[in-house]
């Protein structure tokens, strides 16, 4: 089975700052997708980026990128340039050839002025 | 586009009574369609996969008797609790997966809370 752990509960960053949250991941699959949810106090779940595991380049999204070590089973986001609205529950998630995702325990943001 | 609904957004029943969620995909054709459970602090939680036509698959440890789920057509998937408790009190998600999808991106609906009495 597929496990996702994210092993910071909480993070927090200023105004206009960089943060990179952590996420790693197990799987035997070789043929996968991972994401990066946000999930703001109103819980509706946002997808921020996706990353194709066949892809060696990076994903970029604006001021969201990742860095993808498929060797290590690593995704981890960077946040550049910070902004209050970006504080949230942020869950990295993985889906294999059975189209389940799978959450990590979540990374809850915050960020101060 | 990609809209997904889900109705009610919050509800309150009293113990040993049934509530019925229903996820709507509103601009595309969901073949299949997902079930999460959500505590407060905490994951999502998968309970079951609904594909349009055909029994729900469920997770290990959900009861399918007591999480009734029906995917009756492309679009609208339902998540019956029967004979509610206290503790099936939480916030329920769902997700569409459209069918043209080519990155299995799954679709999510805002939740409902249910707080059972």
């Known amino acids: 089975a597929q496990t996702v752990t994210q092993s910071q509960p909480e993070m927090s960053v200023q105004e206009a700052e960089t943060v990179t949250l952590s996420c790693t991941y197990d799987t035997s699959e070789s043929d996968y997708y991972l994401f990066w949810y946000k999930q703001p106090p109103s819980r509706q779940m946002i997808l921020v980026i996706r990353q194709e595991a066949y892809k060696q380049q990076n994903a970029t999204e604006n001021r969201f990128s990742v860095n993808f070590q498929k060797a290590a089973k690593s995704f981890s986001l960077k946040i550049s340039d910070s902004q209050l609205g970006d504080a949230a529950m942020y869950f990295c998630a993985y889906a294999g050839t059975a189209s389940k995702l799978t959450f990590g325990t979540g990374t809850r943001l915050q960020v101060t002025l | 586009g990609a809209v997904v609904s889900q109705h009610p957004s919050w509800v309150i029943c009293k113990s040993g009574t049934s509530v019925k969620i229903e996820c709507r995909s509103l601009d595309f054709q969901a073949t299949t369609m997902f079930w999460y459970r959500q505590f407060p602090k905490q994951s999502l939680m998968l309970m079951a996969t609904?594909?349009?036509?055909?029994?729900?698959?469920?997770e290990q440890g959900v009861e399918k008797d007591k999480f009734l789920i029906n995917h009756a057509s492309l679009t609208l998937s339902t998540l019956t609790v029967t004979s509610a408790h206290p503790e099936d009190s939480s916030f329920y998600i769902c997700?569409?997966?459209?069918?043209?999808?080519?990155?299995?991106?799954?679709?999510f609906g805002p939740g409902t809370r249910l707080t059972v009495l």
């Open positions: 609904s594909n349009e036509g055909s029994k729900a698959t469920y």
């Open positions: 997700s569409a997966r459209d069918r043209r999808a080519f990155y299995n991106e799954q679709f």
